[in-house]
Antibody, heavy 117, light 107 residues
Framework: QITLKESGPTLVKPTQTLTLTCSFS??????????VGWIRQPPGKALEWLAL???????RYSPSLKSRLTITKDTSKNQVVLTMTNMDPVDTATYYC?????????WGQGTLVTVSS | EIVLTQSPATLSLSPGERATLSCRAG??????LAWYQQKPGQAPRLLIY???NRATGIPARFSGSGSGTDFSLTISSLEPEDFAVYYC?????????FGQGTRLEIK
């Protein structure tokens, strides 16, 4: 059974750095061509892909956010970490992690992050 | 970046009716398109991948078609649990992109 779960702060202040952890089970990031991605969704708005990391440590980022994002993995702990710098109120959203075999076939429940002073 | 445009923004239908949702890509994505369903307070769920293949456990009333730039998701006979928001997503080119969604609501 494949599960993913996001964890991190629910409230961050403007200019702070957000660190989110995706803890997963039921698959391994040492399996070739498997990846874990991050997708966010502002309240009432559409999904936006942020970043993706593959088992081979290949990393991909949304061009519009690339300068603010870092994605890393700890294969031994079955975790993927996303950091986003210089948070702004427009970054308020539910942040999801999802497994990417070829498509995003398993998703976490999401975690709502609010950016406010 | 490949822009995906979904139409209509909102579709109002009754249970038992047929629903057809559209996703148009700004350039060809071949068949590298998926559809997701999202219900309130839930994560998206993969419905259709590679334009026309149902994901595991997805009922046969859901079907996808299209290639290149024009795609459709059809629900042959709406069940009460099908009223939700539907997103398309492409993986043909980086960055990965999603459409803006179609809300399927009960008439």
């Amino acid at each position: 059974q494949i599960t993913l779960k996001e964890s991190g702060p629910t409230l961050v202040k403007p200019t702070q750095t957000l660190t989110l952890t995706c803890s997963f089970s039921g698959f391994s990031l040492s399996t070739s061509a498997v990846g874990v991605g991050w997708i966010r969704q502002p309240p009432g708005k559409a999904l936006e892909w942020l970043a993706l990391i593959y088992s081979e440590d290949d990393k991909r980022y949304s061009p519009s956010l690339k300068s603010r994002l870092t994605i890393t993995k700890d294969t031994s702990k079955n975790q993927v970490v996303l950091t986003m710098t210089n948070m702004d109120p427009v970054d308020t959203a539910t942040y999801y992690c999802a497994r990417r075999g070829v498509w995003f076939d398993y998703w976490g429940q999401g975690t709502l992050v609010t950016v406010s002073s | 970046e490949i822009v995906l445009t979904q139409s209509p923004a909102t579709l109002s239908l009754s249970p038992g009716e047929r629903a057809t949702l559209s996703c148009r890509a700004g350039q060809s994505v071949s068949s590298y398109l998926a559809w997701y369903q999202q219900k309130p307070g839930q994560a998206p769920r993969l419905l259709i991948y590679d334009a026309s293949n149902r994901a595991t456990g997805i009922p046969a009333r859901f079907s996808g078609s299209g290639s290149g730039t024009d795609f459709s998701l059809t629900i042959s006979s709406l069940e009460p649990e099908d009223f939700a928001v539907y997103y398309c997503q492409q993986r043909a080119n980086w960055p990965l992109t999603f459409g803006q969604g179609t809300r399927l609501e009960i008439k």
